[in-house]
């Protein structure tokens, strides 16, 4: 599902569903205090399917997650104030059920070229 919109018209509601094929959307999203908003700092992910890497191979890197344009509130409990999380949307195709049935992953947070990696185990995400 790429997208919902919706338009009132009175008491009646109107949902338009944009759906694509065969096809599933995971969104990662996750909020680090300790990450500035400053563009020199980087939340990043990488993980075992190619499109959590920068160009299809673990060997190829991880991928930048971008802060998210709005605050979020589920974030208020834990830090007293409504926050921006750093998030990465990936599309999959469903046939990746067939070979993979859980995505194995982790974050790490840059600035200029010093990583910080998060510690083992990585996290396991099972579909």
């Known amino acids: ?14 949902v338009q569903l944009k759906d694509e094929w ?7 999203s996750v909020f680090s205090s300790s990450v500035s908003e400053d563009f020199a700092n980087k939340l990043r992910i990488i993980g075992n ?3 959590l890497t ?4 673990v060997e190829s890197g991880p991928i930048s997650l971008k802060k998210a344009k709005k605050k979020f509130r589920w974030l ?3 830090y007293g104030q409504e926050q921006s999380p750093w998030e990465l949307t990936v599309k999959l195709n469903i046939s990746r059920l ?3 049935q859980e995505i194995i992953y982790s974050f790490s947070k840059a ?17």
Not at 54 to 57: C, P
Request: net charge negative; proline share 4%; charged share 30%.
């Open 49 to 51: 399917i190619p499109e």
């Open 98 to 100: 067939e070979h993979c």
């Open 76 to 78: 208020y409990d834990k």
């Open 1 to 14: 599902m790429s997208g919902i919109m919706s338009s009132h018209h009175g008491s009646i509601k109107y």
């Open 54 to 57: 920068k160009a299809g191979s």
């Open 111 to 127: 600035h200029d070229n010093d990583f910080v990696y998060e510690r083992e185990p990585s996290r396991i995400l099972e579909i």
């Open 22 to 28: 065969e096809k599933f959307t995971i969104r990662f």
